[in-house]
C-alpha cells in the first residue's frame, strides 16, 4: 500500500481532488444565484432566461457524465480532468465578456462540459481505485471541498459585484480555474497507485481475500422498477435542491434583507454544506443509506416551510444551516448508491446514469423557480411544491433498496 518512504500518494490525491471540487465545481455550481439579479438588469431579461444558464450548464453536464462513465477508461482519468478545467476556465472567463443572451448560454455549456469532464465521475472512479476502505469517508471528505470553494468563492465574487462588476468577479474566478487547479491536475494526479507500484488503500489489511469486482452491470438493471425508483429519487431530489440553491441569494433579497446579507446566508449554506458532505459521507457508511434518505427528506421538508412562512434574519439563517444537510445528499450520496446497490462491476457505466438523470433534475429546477417568480412575483408556489416532493424522496429511494446485490469475496 505504500512506498520504500513509507508515504501512501493516495493522500495527494485526495488533496488534488478537493482542490478540483472546489473551483471547477464549486464555483460553476454553487454560485450562479449570485449573479442572476446583476445580470439580468445589465441585460434586460427575466430572471426566467438568467436562470437557464442553470439548465444549460446541468443538462450538458448530465449528457457529459453519461457519456464520460462508459468511456472514462479509454479517455484516462487525468485527460479527461485536464480537458474538463480548460473548458470550466474559458467558460468562466467567457461569462466576463457577454453582452448578449446567445453568448451567454454558450459560455453556460462550456462550463456544464467543463463540470462533466473534471468532476463528477472522473473524481469518483479515481477515489475508488485508490481507496479500497472508508470510501464513503473519503468521498464525503472531497465532496465537501464543493462547499469550501462555493464559499471562498461567494465572498470573493460578493467583493468583485460591490466594488466594480460581475463581469470583474466572473474573469477572476475563471483565472482561478485557469491557473492554479490546471497546472495542479498536470503535476499530481495519478491516475492509480499501479502506477507508481502502489497498492489500494485497505487491500493490504485483506491479502487473504481477492478484490471484489462483482455486481450488476447497467445493462441487467436498467429496466429494473427499483432502479427506476433510484432514478426517480435522485432526479426530485436534485430538482428541489437546485430549485432553490441556484435562487437562494435573489429570495433573500427579494423579502427584503440586503445584498450583502443574502451572501451572509450563501456563505453559511455553503459552510454548512462542507460540513453536512463529511457527516453525510461517514454516516452512509455506518448506518446505510434509507436512514440517512429519512434524514434528508425530513430536512427538505422542514426548509421549505420556513422559506415559505418566514422572512426574519434568523429563521434564514436557520433555513440554510438545516438545507445545507439536505443539499449534501445531491452529490455525496450518488457513488455511494451506486456502489451500495449494485456493486463494483460496472461501477462507473451506473454512476454515470445516476448522475446523469441527477443533473437533468437540476437543468430544469433554476428556470422552473425562475418561471414562479416571474409569474406571481413570488417564490412561494415553488417553495410549496418542493416541500412536498421532498417528502417523497425517502420513498423512492427506499423502495431502490429492495434490489441490491450482495457480493461474495472469494477467498484465495
Known amino acids: 500500500m505504500k512506498t520504500k518512504n513509507n508515504f501512501f500518494y493516495g493522500w495527494i490525491v485526495v488533496i488534488c481532488a478537493c482542490i478540483v471540487m472546489s473551483t471547477v465545481y464549486g464555483i460553476i455550481f454553487n454560485t450562479p444565484g449570485l449573479f442572476v439579479k446583476y445580470i439580468s438588469n445589465d441585460l434586460g431579461v427575466s430572471r426566467s432566461l438568467i436562470s437557464v444558464q442553470m439548465a444549460l450548464m446541468t443538462m450538458t453536464f448530465a449528457v457529459i457524465s453519461f457519456f464520460i462513465g462508459k468511456k472514462i477508461d479509454k479517455i484516462g482519468i487525468k485527460n479527461s480532468m485536464i480537458l474538463g478545467t480548460v473548458f470550466a476556465s474559458f467558460g468562466l472567463i467567457g461569462f466576463s465578456f457577454v453582452e448578449s443572451l446567445p453568448l451567454f448560454y454558450i459560455c453556460s455549456v462550456m462550463t456544464g462540459i467543463g463540470m462533466g469532464f473534471a468532476t463528477s465521475v472522473p473524481v469518483n472512479v479515481l477515489i475508488s481505485k485508490w481507496f479500497e476502505e472508508k470510501s464513503g469517508l ?14 471562498l468563492a461567494t465572498q470573493l465574487i460578493n467583493f468583485l459585484i460591490n466594488t466594480r462588476s460581475w463581469r470583474s ?16 491536475i498536470i503535476i499530481f494526479i495519478k491516475e492509480s497507485p499501479s502506477s507508481i507500484g502502489q497498492q489500494p488503500y485497505g487491500e493490504s489489511k485483506n491479502k487473504n481475500l481477492k478484490l471484489d469486482i462483482s455486481g450488476y452491470t447497467l445493462k441487467e438493471i436498467k429496466n429494473n422498477k427499483h432502479f427506476k425508483s433510484l432514478l426517480l429519487g435522485v432526479f426530485i431530489l436534485n430538482f428541489i435542491n437546485t430549485g432553490l440553491l441556484s ?29 453536512s458532505k463529511f457527516l453525510m459521507g461517514n454516516l452512509l457508511d455506518k448506518i446505510g443509506g434509507k436512514k440517512v434518505f429519512f434524514i434528508g427528506s425530513i430536512c427538505f421538508v422542514i426548509v421549505f416551510t420556513l422559506c415559505t412562512i418566514g422572512t426574519s434574519k434568523p429563521i434564514c439563517i436557520v433555513f440554510s444551516i438545516i438545507f445545507s444537510i439536505g443539499s449534501s445528499l445531491g452529490t455525496v450520496s ?22 446523469f438523470v441527477g443533473m437533468m433534475g437540476c437543468s430544469i ?48
Not at 429570495?251 to 462542507?274: E, K, P, R
Not at 450518488?334 to 448522475?355: E, H, N, W
Request: proline content about 4%; hydrophobic content about 50%; aromatic content about 16%.
Open 365 to 412: 429546477a433554476s428556470p422552473f423557480s425562475g418561471f414562479i417568480n416571474d409569474t406571481f412575483n413570488s417564490y412561494n408556489i415553488a417553495w410549496v411544491i418542493y416541500g412536498c416532493l421532498g417528502a417523497t424522496v425517502y420513498l423512492f429511494i427506499k423502495y431502490a433498496y429492495k434490489l441490491r446485490y450482495n457480493p461474495e469475496v472469494i477467498e484465495k
Open 138 to 151: 473519503i468521498t464525503g471528505i472531497v465532496l465537501s471541498f464543493t462547499g469550501v470553494g462555493g464559499f
Open 247 to 275: 435562487h437562494l441569494p435573489s429570495f433573500i433579497t427579494d423579502i427584503g434583507h440586503s445584498s450583502n446579507f443574502a451572501a451572509t446566508i450563501n456563505s453559511i449554506f455553503l459552510v454548512g454544506l462542507m460540513a
Open 169 to 184: 468577479a466572473y474573469m477572476a474566478v475563471g483565472l482561478i480555474c485557469l491557473f492554479v487547479t490546471l497546472p495542479i
Open 334 to 355: 450518488l457513488p455511494f448508491l451506486a456502489r451500495d446497490l449494485y456493486g463494483k462491476k460496472d461501477y462507473a457505466s451506473i454512476l454515470g446514469i445516476i448522475t
